[in-house]
């Protein structure tokens, strides 16, 4: 475990099988696919920058990197994945086995490249669409928060402001003598070249009778781009003005009918502003809603309040009316985003359902962020905006306009990634007939991408035969290469190389080697964001038969045991945890639709799919910590055997962090023992997982919900619902001053107990 985080510090990248299955049959056998889970642009304290363009090989375009062969005295590199011959060019004379260039070092399989060029003076966009159609006190939240951050935006970043309700409103802040807006019917889409008429971008500059109107190079002159979109350091005090004016919508809401909102239209008309103003410049559109969209395209509802919003067994019975009509509408609108190279950031703040489902493909494929919270007054809200905005050390890194490529050996092929990006559909013979998430294609757009953002590479093995002993010694390598070309945040465009190695293996006597290179933990990331995926997008697929057979298969060819004898059966430490993250995955919100809407549902997976291997862990199997006046705070099992009255549990599900006080612990708190001198450990003890939640909260991106409960209370169920109910209504014995889950749900001990005898047969 250790040397994979070792091996994941160095170049951002875990991988499910590190010692690789080599031939296809071996690879179908080890059931979890051979996956890399990789963080393009992850900071890295020693991160060597070259300020020289890198050397492409001529045939497939890999860079030069520490595995290329070298003949030094004919001054030639030899690719290690077409064996293509290039020649050093003349600034490499003088290179030799001691004079070596950088990008050769054996410890540089990740290194970046900037453009000796000035830096372009980056201009970050940001477009706030902000939904009118809430009450009074939401809308007093909403105008509090935006107005704090625009107190946080960089000076030269330029700032846009649409608002909507039932109609859309296009605020030209930059007519300074009085307020002026451009109105837009919220029923029906308006098409880009109507949309700059009536805005009169063509009055003093006549529209170009060809070609593609493309900012202030291109047809529209950058005075009239001022009219919309101005420095935040010259359009403060206009769109603080506008806000402190801004009111809900005033079209009156019959007491049988939602409120009108054109959330849709009002997206579509930033996106067209935007492409027409400054395509290809990793804009931002902010959406900040605060309930269902119920008109024009992209609407999730009907106005009539006896129409339900759509629930999963809708979706599962395909009777939700308004569902794919919506979908077909925001997947161009995607298309149109990642044409544009901009990305949709959406915070949904509302007790009922925004769309989030619905529009997941948008923001999933721009790569934007999702934030869902209950209220724009919630701390996860404001907490989470704050963080956008924050820069230095502790930001988010936002860069954009990133363009991923893969180079890869010849026997193997890319089924696909899963993450937030865009197919480029590259097509090259790297590409499998296999496709998982956005496949046939080896390069792929992120519009927006931050220092965490994580895609999950799905790779094919092609290779059938196992290849004869000689070749097998000599080349027993596979190698892997991932490009990311990107803007900076500092405005520069950078490229990151990143070259890795692992081993393949193939025939009898390869199973130690397979377990020795199994990374548990990036497997079962790997499998739980397949299993959304499948979920998604397979009619009548069923997830627990799949992972269970998954599960069963893995014990029967990497588990040590005498055939039909389960209590011979034993797990290499490699395996032993990796039943345990199985049967939580199982019970997971991933997997679980019951109980979570769909926009909850699509909020947790997409969060799941830009997250790294340790977070994507957190989220599978939550962690738990133990206080009490018996000994230090330490890990305790995720178990109902864990609470005790007198303990205080804290535990980490990644979207919510609990502190839960045993029955105990919360009578002496309520009797106030804590503010009494003599009782200053006791109060310490009530401290401690205040600090230690206080610290998960300050770095995790969106801002987890702090839960604070006692045992027995309503809110224990946060931290119940996570535990493996050893001690049910079913189960005998009941220690005192622990706890019983009332479920059918069987136990760890159970399930692992069935697994054997499976495993065994």
């Known amino acids: 475990m250790a040397e994979f985080m070792e ?5 951002g990248v875990r991988m499910t099988w590190n010692v690789v299955p080599g031939t296809k049959e071996e690879a179908g056998n080890c059931v979890v696919p051979v996956s890399a889970i990789y963080t393009p642009i992850k900071p890295f304290p020693n991160m060597l920058v070259l300020t020289y363009a890198p050397l492409r090989c001529r045939n497939c375009s890999s860079v030069l990197n520490p595995f290329c062969v070298m003949d030094f005295a004919a001054k030639i590199w030899i690719c290690p994945f077409c064996f293509h011959r290039s020649h050093f060019p003349a600034h490499y004379a003088s290179v030799s086995e001691e004079n070596l260039p950088a990008e050769l070092f054996p410890q540089y399989t990740t290194i970046e490249y900037k453009s000796p060029r000035e830096a372009a003076c980056l201009q970050s966009v940001f477009m706030f669409v902000i939904d009118t159609s809430i009450i009074e006190e939401e809308m007093a939240f909403l105008k509090s928060a935006l107005s704090q951050a625009i107190g946080l935006f960089p000076d030269n970043s330029l700032v846009g402001l649409i608002t909507f309700g039932t109609l859309v409103h296009l605020h030209e802040i930059g007519f300074s003598t009085a307020p002026k807006t451009y109105v837009f019917k919220g029923s029906k889409d308006v098409p880009k070249g109507q949309l700059l008429e009536q805005m009169g971008f063509f009055l003093n500059k006549p529209k170009p009778l060809t070609g593609v109107v493309a900012g202030a190079r291109d047809g529209l002159s950058s005075d009239s781009i001022a009219r919309f979109l101005l420095p935040a350091s010259e359009c403060e005090f206009a769109i603080n003005s506008v806000l402190e004016e801004l009111q809900k919508d005033p079209w009156p809401i019959p007491a049988d009918q939602r409120a009108s909102r054109s959330t849709g239209t009002a997206l579509s008309v930033a996106a067209s502003l935007l492409g027409a103003c400054f395509p290809g410049s990793g804009a931002r559109i902010m959406a900040f809603l605060g309930g269902p969209s119920t008109e024009g395209p992209g609407a999730i509802v009907s106005k009539n309040l006896s129409e339900p919003i759509r629930s999963h067994k809708d979706l599962d019975k395909d009777s939700a009316p308004h569902y794919h009509k919506a979908i077909k509408f925001y997947e161009t609108l995607a298309k149109q985003l990642v044409h544009q190279g901009h990305v949709l950031d959406l915070f949904a703040c509302a007790v009922d359902q925004v769309g989030v489902a619905e529009l997941k ?29 924050q820069s230095g ?81 000599s080349s027993s390598q596979f190698y892997f290469q991932f490009l ?18 692992r081993r393949w293996v193939a025939g009898p006597g390869s199973i130690q080697d397979l377990i020795s290179g199994f990374d548990q933990d990036a497997a079962a990331a790997a499998m739980a964001r397949l299993v959304s995926f499948k979920m998604e997008i397979e009619a009548e697929f069923d997830p ?17 045991y005498q055939k039909d004898t389960p209590s011979s059966f034993s797990l290499s430490p490699r395996f032993s945890i990796f039943p345990q993250f199985m049967f939580h995955l199982r019970r997971s919100q991933f997997v679980q639709v019951f109980n979570n809407s769909p926009d909850e549902t699509a909020y947790f997976r997409m969060i799941l799919n830009r997250e790294n291997v340790a977070n994507s862990v957190v989220m599978i199997q939550p962690s738990l910590i133990s206080y009490s006046f018996q000994s230090v705070p330490e890990p305790a099992l995720l178990d109902v055997t864990a609470i005790a009255a007198d303990r205080i549990l804290l535990l980490d599900s990644y979207f919510t962090v609990v502190i839960f006080h ?7 708190r309520k009797a106030g023992y804590h503010d009494q001198p003599e ?39 946060f931290l119940l619902a996570k535990l493996n109910p050893s001690a049910s209504c079913n189960s005998d014995g009941h220690r005192p001053g622990g706890d019983i889950i009332f479920t059918d749900d069987v136990s760890f001990e159970v399930f692992l107990d069935h697994l054997q005898r499976l495993a065994v047969q």
């Open 7 to 11: 091996l994941e510090a160095q170049d």
């Open 361 to 389: 493909v948008v923001v999933e494929r721009t790569g934007g962020f999702v934030v869902l919270a209950e209220s724009f007054g919630h701390s996860v809200f404001k907490d989470t905006l704050r963080r956008v905005f």
């Open 393 to 473: 050390d502790k930001g988010l890194g936002l860069s954009s306009n990133g363009i991923f490529e893969v180079n890869c050996s010849k026997d193997l092929k890319i089924q696909g990634v899963l993450g937030p990006c865009a197919s480029l559909e590259k097509r090259s013979p790297m590409c499998s007939d296999t496709i998982i998430g956005q496949g046939n294609t080896s390069a792929w757009k992120m519009c927006g991408l931050d220092q965490a953002t994580t895609l999950c590479l799905v790779f094919d093995i092609v290779r059938k035969d196992i290849p004869d002993a000689t070749v097998q010694s």
């Open 484 to 501: 990311t070309f990107y803007q900076h945040s500092s405005g520069e465009m950078r490229l990151r190389v990143t070259t890795l190695s």
């Open 544 to 560: 627990i038969r799949w992972l269970d057979k998954a599960l069963i298969h893995i014990c029967s060819r990497f588990g040590d």
């Open 662 to 668: 045993g029955s105990t612990i919360a009578q002496w």
């Open 679 to 717: 009782h200053q450990a006791f109060a310490q003890l009530l401290q401690a997982p205040r600090d230690d939640a206080d610290a998960i909260i300050k770095e995790r991106f969106p801002v987890p919900r702090l839960v604070i409960c006692d045992q027995y209370g309503s809110q224990a169920r």
